[in-house]
């Protein structure tokens, strides 16, 4: 069965680092989304991805973060300037189409030291 | 802001028997609703779903009911096993989804 992978599982950096998480979306899906859980905390929604360019993006993704599906199969997450309050899990998901379940990787945790 | 509320943070219910887990929202322009299974150190999984032009959606075990009058969504699974001990999130879709706070579901054997 087709799934979203990430990597690494964990990544560990220090303040003020840059840091790219990676996800490889199912393949035939065409909408992608990065969204982070804080420990404790909710789910929350980062930003989603169609055609190459943002299509929606939330308050929590400001210029720090940027988004890159640099070829055909790989979608990215960039954080620029950690911060300690960047610390949570990012999960990648991708859907078919914008409207249908999206379907979640593992998650990459993300320590800021 | 929340937008999806989970109001119970947890739930114990025996095997065998149903499990509700509930929730609210407030927008009424939501139109696309999911639920998600978490278990520790995974992805969500996706669940079930439901539209907003329907009032039941049922697959195997897993039923969710949609009253959109009072803004409530439920998700009941029947009968429940230990495996489906899990956090689980409610979604809903205006654009973006918007993700309940969580109920940690326990099925006690």
């Known amino acids: 069965e087709p799934e979203v992978t990430q990597t690494p599982s964990h990544q560990v950096t220090q303040m003020g680092q840059e840091v790219i998480l990676r996800c490889v979306p199912i393949s035939n899906h065409l909408y992608f989304y990065w969204y982070r859980q804080i420990l404790g905390q909710k789910v929350e929604f980062l930003v989603s991805f169609y055609n190459n360019e943002i299509s929606e993006k939330s308050e929590i993704f400001d210029d720090q973060f940027s988004v890159e599906r640099p070829d055909g199969s790989n979608f990215t997450l960039k954080i620029r300037s950690t911060k300690l309050e960047d610390s949570a899990m990012y999960f990648c998901?991708?859907?078919?189409?914008?409207?249908?379940?999206?379907?979640f990787g593992p998650g990459t945790r993300l320590t800021v030291l | 802001d929340q937008q999806v509320k989970q109001n119970s943070p947890s739930l114990s219910v025996q095997e065998g028997r149903i499990s509700i887990l509930n929730c609210d929202y407030t927008?009424?322009?939501?139109?696309?609703f999911l639920w998600y299974k978490k278990y520790p150190a995974e992805g969500p999984t996706f669940l079930i779903s439901?539209?907003?032009?329907?009032d039941k959606n049922e697959d195997g075990r897993f039923t969710v009911f949609l009253n959109k009058s009072a803004k409530h969504l439920s998700l009941h699974i029947v009968p429940s096993q230990p495996g489906d001990s899990a956090v689980y999130f409610c979604a809903a879709r205006l654009s973006a989804y918007i993700f309940g706070t969580g109920t940690r579901l326990k099925v006690l054997a």
């Open positions: 927008n009424s322009m939501f139109d696309y």
């Open positions: 998901a991708s859907s078919a189409e914008t409207r249908s379940e999206q379907f």
């Open positions: 439901i539209s907003s032009i329907k």
